[in-house]
């Protein structure tokens, strides 16, 4: 007499495979969501007594959590503090600003260039608050100290990029009421979370894999009742 034998573990360990890929595909991953480019070495633009702003644009969704950029600044200049605003696109130009704050606790690096006598500095810095923000052109808004503090010191200059092709950056000397354009591009990189699309869809395919053989095994039963 022939004997049956079939083994309930290959399917369980495949779907729990897909299960366990939907769910860490659902955390996402930390990723570079915008570079704007490095130093070009020539020139910045006054965030000390001005509040400046440049552009970028992001192809998906995304949840921006940290920002990076470059300066070039005198030795007592730096006001123990970061003031950042996004905003979003007004035709090409600042907008409503979507998300703001004032870090002090941010990773501030010398390098070994100096510019006009200016000290270039690398700058990295927390979110008060990730921000998620679906694709479309924003604007990055810095400031040297809190937003208000507009006097001396004042030699603390955004570092200046290639051009890219996008609009031009923006500054503002009266608290953002107005936008005038700079006419430079700055170097800055924004990093954050990239959601993962296959998620959901991996989830559904391990629980419908398992209910197949749920469906299976009743119907094997079945058949030996039968016998």
């Known amino acids: 007499m022939m004997i049956l034998r079939y083994s309930h573990q290959p399917w369980r360990r495949l779907a729990a495979l897909y299960c366990l890929a939907a769910w860490t595909a659902g955390a996402g991953a930390a990723d570079v969501l915008y570079d704007n480019g490095g130093p070009d070495g020539i020139n910045g633009n006054n965030a000390g007594i001005a509040w400046q702003a440049d552009d970028f644009v992001l192809g998906h969704g995304a949840t921006l959590s940290d920002l990076h950029f470059w300066t070039y600044e005198a030795a007592t200049a730096y006001r123990n503090s970061i003031s950042w605003s996004i905003a979003a696109d007004a035709g090409g130009t600042v907008g409503a600003t979507l998300a703001s704050g004032v870090q002090g606790n941010v990773a501030r690096s010398a390098t070994d260039v100096v510019l006009v006598g200016l000290d270039a500095y690398q700058y990295g810095l927390e ?32 570092a200046t990029a290639a051009a890219n092709g996008g609009p031009d950056g923006r500054e503002s000397y009266n608290g953002g009421a107005s936008w005038g354009g700079n ?14 699309p296959n998620g959901t869809a991996l989830l559904g395919v391990g629980l419908a894999m398992l209910l197949l053989r749920r469906h299976v095994d009743e119907g094997r039963s079945a058949c030996w009742r039968q016998l």
């Open 183 to 196: 006419g430079r591009e700055h170097t800055f990189q924004l990093t954050g979370t990239v959601p993962e």
């Open 127 to 158: 979110l008060n608050a990730p921000l998620a923000l679906a694709s479309g052109r924003y604007w990055l808004v810095l400031h040297n100290g809190a937003f208000g503090q507009m006097g001396e010191p004042n030699d603390f200059y955004w």
